[in-house]
């Protein structure tokens, strides 16, 4: 049994905390009546309120022709324990298979989107297409974050950030500068 987190609503001008440090994530998307799922790890963050999220999708992929027609999506955050089930999505196509059952993975209703948030994952950003100019050009999605699910616990969360040639390295040790940063770069 994979584990299931207790969520609570969360800011939005706050989820720079779990995306800034580019773990992987999973993007869930809905199409006529199917969910499906993809693993993505070329992100980034592009504004705190409104909270904007930059990706990129390469249009080979299922999930690229069903956000596109959507214009929503979920992008959730897998934990340590779910590394090989994060590699198995990336291994296959929604075209032919559902990831949800395949994965035994548990879609849960957003508020915001059709798109399902992932009960099995940290956490869960509901997201809106805002600017689709430059996807035809370089496969990258423009989102507004229009609604936070973050777990109550634990406060920093064992995420993976893949390095290529098969290799995760798994978020750890925190150390503190607070002290010397200019208040407006914190
Ligand atoms: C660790 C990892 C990171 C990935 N990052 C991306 C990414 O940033 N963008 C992308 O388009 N595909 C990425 N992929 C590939 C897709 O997840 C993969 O092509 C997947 O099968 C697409 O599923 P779909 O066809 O059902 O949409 C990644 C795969 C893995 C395993």
């Known amino acids: 049994m994979k584990r299931v987190y207790r969520k609570r609503s969360y800011p939005l001008d706050g989820i720079r905390r779990f995306l ?22 070329w ?10 999220f930059g990706c990129y999708i390469w249009e080979e992929n299922h ?7 959507s ?8 934990t340590l324990d ?4 994060v590699v198995g999505i990336g291994n296959c ?11 035994g993975l548990t879609p849960k209703r957003a508020t915001k989107v059709a798109a399902p948030l992932i009960a099995e994952c940290y956490a869960n950003f509901e997201c809106r297409l805002r600017d689709t100019r430059m996807i035809r050009t370089y ?23 893949y390095r290529g040639e098969g290799e995760f390295m798994i978020s750890g040790g925190t150390i503190n500068r607070r002290r010397k940063f200019r208040p407006e770069n914190l």
């Open 20 to 41: 800034e440090p580019g773990p992987i994530v999973l993007v869930s998307s809905a199409w006529q009546g199917s969910f499906n799922i993809m693993t993505m790890g």
């Open 43 to 52: 992100h980034m963050m592009l504004g705190f309120s409104p909270a904007l």
């Open 63 to 69: 999930s690229y022709h069903m956000l596109r027609r």
């Open 71 to 78: 214009k929503e999506c979920v992008i959730n955050l897998p």
């Open 82 to 85: 779910l590394v090989d089930t």
């Open 93 to 103: 196509h929604g075209a032919d298979v559902d990831k949800f059952q395949r994965f």
């Open 139 to 161: 496969g990258l999605f423009i989102w507004e974050v229009v609604k936070a699910h973050v777990a109550m616990s634990p406060k920093r969360p064992q995420t993976i950030h």
